[in-house]
Each structure stands twice: as structure tokens, then as C-alpha cells.
């Protein structure tokens, strides 16, 4: 029932992704920085030719009717027009007056519609980014900054607008991801990471909001046995070769403590 409506999305994004290729194809004169964008699909509104984008480009940015920011529109790589805006707030004063980046967003496929944004704090740092990586016109990624680095990445897997995976991380390294089967809202599976390895997964079969089972990575479970047990040989084996060592009168032959004794 879920897979029903994605394969038609699927479809559809092939059907829309064709007609700009072709239109790209005899426009953008092969332009090796288009080809990114011609197999994506495009988003409500939007166009591959960029003769056609709408008038609204669905701007992320909280700039408009606020006279005290600034405002850049620029062309990136295989754009005719711009596809990226800037919007800076001046602060300080006199001498230590200058401006900061507060936000910035792209048309990434060039279909004229906005589809990353990003804002920053002023020591330029990021704070928080939201994407449409499928380019349906819908955010299905956002993302949470802390001290400018990735904290939170929550991301919507079912096109529901709201997120069902959700992914934490310490210091830049992934720590635990929650996930949402049954896209109730509610995460059902918890998995831990250590290392940026999965360590172990939390399972809530009934939906109820609890973990019915913890399952150990049996990867990382065989790995800590294999330890286990190679350390007990070692220790096993020393204190055999010690217990010899002990008994037995000194030879030449002491180094081989703990092996079958030769003829
Ligand atoms: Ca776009
Ligand atoms: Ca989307
Ligand atoms: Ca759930």
C-alpha cells in the first residue's frame, strides 16, 4: 500500500525529467555543469527552461518587506539567471559596521524554485538548513546545527512532509537514528551507534512507544566474542606457561613452556 504512490512518483519524475532534457539539449548547448540538474525531476511551478521560471521562487529566506537586510541574487554554475540568493543583516556600528550572511538558498536544479536553504549566526556559523532533495516542491530534509557543526537530520523517507527518520549526532559523529515504520509519527526503531558503527537495535513491534527487543550488531557481537575468547586463551596460556615455569626445573627447553614437549 505505501509502494503504490512512490512507483507513480517515480514515473512521473521520469516523464517530467524527460521533456527538460530534451529542451536542455538543444539550449544549454551540452553544458557540462547542467547535467546535474536535467534528470531531476521539477518541482510545481518550476521549469528546466529557464526562460520560463515563475515570477516566485518560493524563497526560505525570511527576507521580504524587512528593508534592513540586504539582499544578493547570483548565478551559479549553468545558470542564465539567478539561482542563489544571499541575505546579509548589517550590524555593529560605525567603524565595526559590516554586514553578515544570515541566509543563504539555491535552485539546485534550475527549474526556478528554491530547494536548499540555509541560515547562519553571526559568527557565521550554521544553524539550521532545509532541503527538497527530491524536488517535488515539498522539504523533505532539515537539519539542525550546533556550534556549526550537524547535531540533528531529520528526514521525511514516506513524502508526508514530516520527518520519519531521525538521525543525532555528538561532535560530527552519528550517535542514534530513530526511525518510523508505520508513519504514525512515533519512532519504532531506536538504533544506537558507537563509533559510527551500529552497536544495537531497539525494536518496538506493537507500536506502543516501547522497545519489545534489543538487538546487539551480531557483526560487532562475534567481533567482542572473538576478543573475549582470544584474551582468555592469552591469559589461559600465560598462566599455564607460568604454572610450568614454576615446576619445572630450568632447561633450555623453557621458552617452549606450555607447548607438547619434544622428543
Ligand atoms: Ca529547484
Ligand atoms: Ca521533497
Ligand atoms: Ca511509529
Known sequence: MIREPSASRVRKVIVLGAIPLAACVAACGGGGATKGSVNTATAPGGSKDQSKWPADDRSMCDWRN??????????GPGAMRPNVRRVFKIIGEAEARHKTLICREIDTNLDGIKDVVRTFNQKGEALHEEVDRDYDGKVDVWINFVDGRMAQQDIDTNRDGKPDVWKFYVNGQLQRIRRDRNFDGKPDIWEI????????????????????????????????????????????????????????????DHADAGAPKKK
Not at 524587512?66 to 548565478?75: C, D, G
Not at 507500536?207 to 592469552?234: I, P, T
Open 66 to 75: 524587512k528593508p534592513e537586510l540586504e539582499v544578493s541574487e547570483s548565478a
Open 193 to 252: 551507534y558507537s563509533h559510527g558503527r551500529l552497536e544495537r537495535v531497539g525494536l518496538d513491534e506493537t507500536y506502543d512507544g516501547h522497545v519489545d527487543r534489543w538487538d546487539r550488531d551480531e557483526q560487532l557481537k562475534y567481533e567482542a566474542e572473538a576478543e573475549d575468547r582470544k584474551a582468555r586463551n592469552e591469559m589461559m596460556n600465560a598462566q599455564m606457561a607460568a604454572q610450568q615455569d614454576a615446576g619445572a626445573p630450568h632447561t633450555d
